[in-house]
């Protein structure tokens, strides 16, 4: 389910967040006028003003200029959403910033928009329904954006440009960290150089599976010589359609064979490509829905739907009845 109009989801993250940042999570609260269980359990959805006064409120609580550097080098895989998953398992920036931004559009109320040319990739962060953005907030993301592109990489990524509505009135720490001077604008944007946006993820089918797919990655890795053709496009998917990889050529070119070899494997163990997808994202869902809190919105987009429409009509064909009631019957 989309998240209502004007609001943001707020949580887990932001309570690991403020503890790394030496920041009372109840002092913050108050000063942003929100009640203090906000950051508790599983979160809350603030309306989209508590969430630009929270990022308000942590600039006023903190007195070091350099906050939102901190905080996008705090974002890690231990704050584990759907998106860094995503992102994460992707094969390069390109895809990984794509992918984020196709979270963002789904499930939030900002918007992460990318433009990628021959020369450069441009990635831009903006809310959807205001012209300004809370400093820290589009700090945090573009500094999180590089860090995750030196993390994926192992390199020492420096950007074409950087650009923020407002600037810091330290500058320097972030020119160190940026390794380039930034500029003034009307956005908050990173510009990567082609080769720095498409070189590879060393993360690619590697950690992020080994914190949040241990038991299936496991039983999937199980005799791995004794794998059936049907097995091994199914522990491909496992890993590809986080990041938005569903058609056949992507399996064939992971699997380094041809689609047409891949199609008579399958034909020769009485199955087909659109049935081992359909089985596989139908164990994922179960398994998402059963293990986490993510919404049937989220869920989608692991499965590498377009939209979660598209994941409430396969999941009604898979068990008849809808994400939410299935997950409220294991409950009940």
């Known amino acids: 389910m989309r998240h209502k109009h004007g609001t943001v989801h707020v949580g887990p993250a932001w309570r690991l967040i403020l503890r790394d940042l030496g920041l009372d999570q109840q002092a913050v609260l108050r000063r942003a006028g929100?009640?203090?269980?906000?950051?508790?359990?599983?979160?809350?959805?603030?309306?989209?003003?508590?969430?630009?006064?929270?990022?308000?409120?942590?600039?006023?609580?903190?007195?070091?200029?350099?906050?939102?550097?901190?905080?996008?080098?705090?974002?890690?895989?231990?704050?584990?959403?759907?998106?860094?998953?995503?992102?994460?398992?992707?094969?390069?920036?390109?895809?990984?910033?794509?992918?984020?931004?196709?979270?963002?559009?789904?499930?939030?109320?900002?918007?992460?928009?990318?433009?990628?040319?021959?020369?450069?990739?441009?990635?831009?962060?903006?809310?959807?329904?205001?012209?300004?953005?809370?400093?820290?907030?589009?700090i945090t993301e573009v500094v999180f954006l590089v860090a995750l592109t030196r993390r994926a990489t192992r390199h020492e990524v420096i950007p074409r440009r950087v650009i923020m509505q407002r600037l810091p009135s330290d500058l320097a720490p972030y020119t160190d960290f940026f390794g380039c001077p930034v500029e003034v604008g009307t956005s908050y944007t990173v510009v990567l150089?082609?080769?720095?946006?498409?070189?590879?993820?060393?993360?690619?089918?590697?950690?992020?599976?080994?914190?949040?797919?241990?038991?299936?990655?496991?039983?999937?890795?199980?005799?791995?010589?004794?794998?059936?053709?049907?097995?091994?496009?199914?522990?491909?998917?496992?890993?590809?359609?986080?990041?938005?990889?569903?058609?056949?050529?992507?399996?064939a070119k992971e699997l380094g064979v041809g689609t047409r070899t891949l199609q008579r494997r399958l034909a020769s163990e009485g199955t087909t490509w659109l049935a081992v997808l359909n089985t596989t994202r139908e164990r994922l869902a179960r398994h998402y829905l059963k293990t986490t809190a993510m919404s049937p919105a989220e869920v989608s987009f692991l499965l590498g739907f377009e939209d979660p429409n598209s994941l409430f009509r396969a999941f009604h064909r898979w068990t008849g009845t809808t994400p939410e009631s299935w997950r409220a019957t294991l409950a009940s």
């Open 193 to 251: 150089d082609a080769e720095d946006a498409s070189r590879p993820f060393l993360t690619h089918n590697a950690r992020m599976w080994e914190v949040f797919e241990p038991g299936l990655r496991r039983r999937m890795a199980e005799a791995d010589e004794k794998r059936s053709t049907t097995e091994t496009v199914q522990a491909a998917l496992f890993e590809l359609l986080p990041s938005g990889r569903t058609q056949m050529r992507d399996v």
């Open 34 to 138: 929100l009640p203090p269980t906000t950051l508790d359990g599983d979160g809350t959805h603030i309306p989209l003003d508590g969430f630009y006064a929270l990022h308000a409120a942590v600039e006023a609580a903190s007195d070091d200029p350099a906050i939102p550097l901190h905080a996008g080098k705090v974002v890690s895989i231990e704050l584990f959403d759907p998106a860094m998953f995503a992102a994460i398992c992707s094969p390069d920036m390109n895809i990984a910033a794509t992918r984020l931004g196709e979270f963002k559009r789904l499930v939030g109320q900002f918007s992460l928009d990318v433009d990628i040319a021959a020369d450069e990739t441009r990635i831009q962060f903006r809310c959807k329904h205001r012209p300004d953005l809370p400093m820290t907030a589009g």
